[in-house]
């Protein structure tokens, strides 16, 4: 087996963690773990979408709720397009459905997040060859 230097093990974690963030279970998929990539795929999108359905696309609101935007960003980069049609201010929302809307979008930004983080350190274990206790 060749011998693997450190910096061609950062890039491999960095991409696994890019992958894994632009598409949610992509880290997964990339370290060869399918019925995780997919577990984690639907789950997490289908959770942003009920938000966006509860809340309606104005619950993604970079300029007055910055603190649930930088959580919901953790889902993948469409939430930056979204948030820069919703920044103009015409897809306002108000009252419990925008609330409710915006705290299922983030739960699935935060559930993403610590899915990137297990995917990097899977990937870790298994250049360093280690189990992941399956």
Same mark, same amino acid.
């Given at each position: 087996?060749?011998? #693997? ?13 890019? $992958? ?13 773990? #399918?019925?995780?990539? *997919? ?16 809340? $309606?696309?104005?619950? *993604? ?14 889902? $993948? ?18 009252? #419990?459905?925008?609330? *409710?809307?915006? *705290?299922?979008? $983030? ?19 298994? #250049? ?7």
């Amino acid at each position: 087996m060749a011998q #693997r230097t450190k910096e061609s093990q950062f890039f491999y974690l960095v991409f696994v963690g890019l $992958s894994a963030w632009l598409i949610p279970g992509g880290g997964y998929f990339v370290i060869k773990e #399918r019925t995780h990539a *997919i577990i984690i795929f639907l789950t997490i999108v289908l959770t942003f979408c009920a938000g966006l359905y509860i809340g $309606s696309i104005g619950g *993604i609101d970079p300029v007055g709720a910055k603190p649930w935007y930088f959580a919901q960003v953790m889902n $993948s980069p469409v939430v930056i397009a979204l948030g820069a049609l919703t920044k103009s201010g015409d897809y306002a929302v108000y009252a #419990r459905p925008a609330e *409710i809307g915006q *705290i299922y979008t $983030s739960i699935a930004g935060l559930l993403n997040l610590l899915c990137i983080v297990n995917a990097v350190y899977w990937a870790h274990l298994k #250049r360093v060859g280690q189990t992941t206790g399956e």
